[in-house]
């Protein structure tokens, strides 16, 4: 059952004021713990995050007191969007330096900036500006803090698995053999639009990409690239070369379908694959090995156990079904990593991999994706969505794990 | 006609091996009379651009000699990908001193760098890495050699140019009363994809992001938001707030649709009004106007003339029409400017706007889109793209102009 929520003048859904208020005081307690005056966030996800509007701005965050949300673009839109009180108009950039005086901030020894996304002729524009403070890198604390949800947020990718479960069922009355892999991801963009999606999916990592799906069949899905995940795809030119390709469906190669939406800016991220007739036996065999690591990760996450702890979890299944060449990639694009956390950004905390030895904590939501990659065959896997509970895992997902036989006539 | 492109082993058109060398040769010339010992490049389009791939790599190009590709992933597909012949694997950031060290480059005093685009932390990590070396912004004369299109160039974007032609023909037949924005949108994005649209638009500046269509009808065209243009639609959320709303079709209204297709990284990006029934009159006078400015422009524009007083003659239209509140935005979201460069990114230069003066030159490709916005109304307008040729100006869009009458039975 979803809440109701106040709504803009344009009618759209707000993001609740206790939410803006809890994230702007736990940001507070970051930078007093940080020794920071403040922090200035300019970055479009986290002026959205702690304001409510992605209008184009500058956050001031105070270590104690009001935020400041000085605003380029639109003024109106932001002061209506955000719950926040202090919204003020913005000529442009230069403009904050009067307009933080006249609030009473100033003085700043050390101060956050989001150094691993703001661009580097900004940094530089801060020091010339700010000639005596030190600035200092927010973006860790800022992430710590995003990966643990709130109940609207867990509503909202809630909201986003069930417009990917719609498109998983409806793709699979549409998809017949022959289709070119990329007219497939159009009619899943054309669905995931059609159901909600927000129309972009975001990544918080520089130069990386994320369309709305991934479609590879067969040997497209072993293809090399560049992403920072075990299937990239082949792409259709090497200006994008991720995701579908020209080639085509074929009776019994895996339709490997990894498909996003977001709703109110929070992601789903899930993997299916397909199959028209009869899947090879050796990547039948892997797919269950994908579902028996879910299943059994299912059964023992709970808060407490290192996210490390979890892809070992999964490497040991993997590797006792004698598939550890194949799993995650194979070869050069073979990377050691089962999932990752999912909110306002793809790419969120926490990450399932070997260095990373954070405890899972109630409340953070996260994608889990075991996959098989044999390069002549093409990939197989599932990839679900789950929040942590006080005492395991809830599975967001809809969609049943198994292969999805396509029936054609 | 095209030409025939040779293809990578995944059958991909790879970029001809003439222009990646003759934009290296026009970079080091830049970087000889800047002072520069070299430039790292880092951002994927620069990479992709000077190199034929967009693997995830550093390129160093030094002020003469040869251009070294460093991968970090995929090897292999850079390699195979890329016509450089110093193409070669790194394990990672830190590795580059060694290699370069090996390729006889070190001791640099001035080196480039994409200071627009490349995050903070990463030009810390130079400056710690190179304590001896002043870093400059490279972007500038970056941005304004990709302002000039080769023949290859101009034909990828002819291709785009193609595909949104036929993805307006197909969608007049599909639009229906009461249709939301958001699903043309999706139809939109379907069409464009299974025509070869490589599924994502690139947008250089910081934090903006580009949908594959604004489909706004009526008075949601109008709506107020961040985007550094004159139109933006009100979005579906204020997480996104742009593009389609969940507005329908309504008879009499205009269907403002801006839509973008990219072809091998190369952009079209044009604008069509569409209406079922008849536009109010108001809304269609804006509309001839729209048209009378490009129709004068393309007779007038040839190489010399300042992009400014390109902004100026449209202005100066809309003006003696009594248009001059809704030339360009209305109110808050106003804007000075006419037009913007076209390329591997959507905002590359030249700018038609009142402080751009340079002369329009050969070669160059952008697309003019004279709009008005009427707040209880809605939008109307034209985006079409142009070429400069030795003595004018080429339409690449292939589009008629006038208003596009949706026939419904």
Not at 49 to 71: K, N
Not at 335 to 342: M, W
Request: some cysteine; proline content about 5%.
């Amino acid at each position: 059952m979803e809440a109701q929520h106040a709504r803009s003048d344009y009618g759209l859904e707000r993001v609740p004021g206790k939410d803006i208020q809890s994230r702007i005081t736990a940001l507070q307690e970051s930078l007093v713990a940080e020794s920071l005056d403040g922090a200035f966030l300019l970055q479009n996800v986290d002026v959205y995050y702690f304001s409510g509007t992605l209008q184009r701005a500058i956050l001031f965050v105070p270590a104690s007191g009001e935020p400041a949300l000085m605003v380029i673009k639109s003024f109106q839109r932001a002061r209506n969007e955000s719950p926040l009180e202090g919204v003020y108009p913005l000529s442009g950039r230069e403009a904050i330096l009067p307009l933080l005086a006249d609030l009473g901030h100033g003085a700043f020894k050390r101060v956050g900036l989001e150094l691993d996304v703001l661009p580097a002729a900004q940094y530089i524009w801060f020091l010339k500006k700010f000639p005596q403070t030190a600035f200092v890198d927010v973006s860790p604390a800022i992430r710590s803090q995003r990966m643990i949800k709130s109940a609207y947020e867990i509503e909202q990718i809630r909201r986003a698995t069930t417009v990917v479960d719609g498109d998983y069922r409806e793709i699979r009355g549409r998809i017949r053999e022959g289709m070119p892999e990329i007219e497939v991801d159009g009619l899943l963009a054309g669905l995931a639009r059609r159901g909600g999606h927000m129309g972009v999916m975001r990544i918080r990592g520089w130069n990386q990409e994320m369309p709305t799906a991934h479609v590879l069949v067969g040997e497209t899905g072993a293809g090399l690239s560049c992403c920072e995940t075990p299937v990239n795809g082949i792409g259709i030119t090497p200006a994008m070369p991720q995701g579908a390709s020209f080639g085509r469906v074929v009776r019994n190669q895996p339709i490997y379908i990894d498909h996003g939406v977001a709703i109110n800016g929070y992601h789903s991220d899930q993997t299916r694959t397909l199959v028209i007739g009869k899947l090879d036996a050796t990547l039948a065999r892997a797919h269950a090995c994908s579902v028996e690591i879910l299943k059994q990760l299912e059964a023992e996450i709970r808060p407490g156990i290192a996210c490390s702890e979890i892809y070992t979890m999964a490497k040991t299944i993997a590797d006792a079904h004698g598939l550890a060449a194949h799993f995650m990639g194979h070869g050069e694009g073979q990377v050691n990593f089962l999932g990752h956390g999912i909110g306002l950004e793809i790419d969120e905390l926490p990450v399932m991999a070997p260095r990373f030895n954070l405890p899972v904590q109630e409340g953070m939501v996260f994608a889990l994706e075991p996959k098989f990659i044999f390069p002549a065959l093409g990939t197989v896997g599932i990839e679900d969505d789950y929040r942590v509970t006080a005492d395991g895992l809830e599975r967001l997902t809809l969609t049943e794990q198994d292969l999805l036989y396509i029936q054609q006539e």
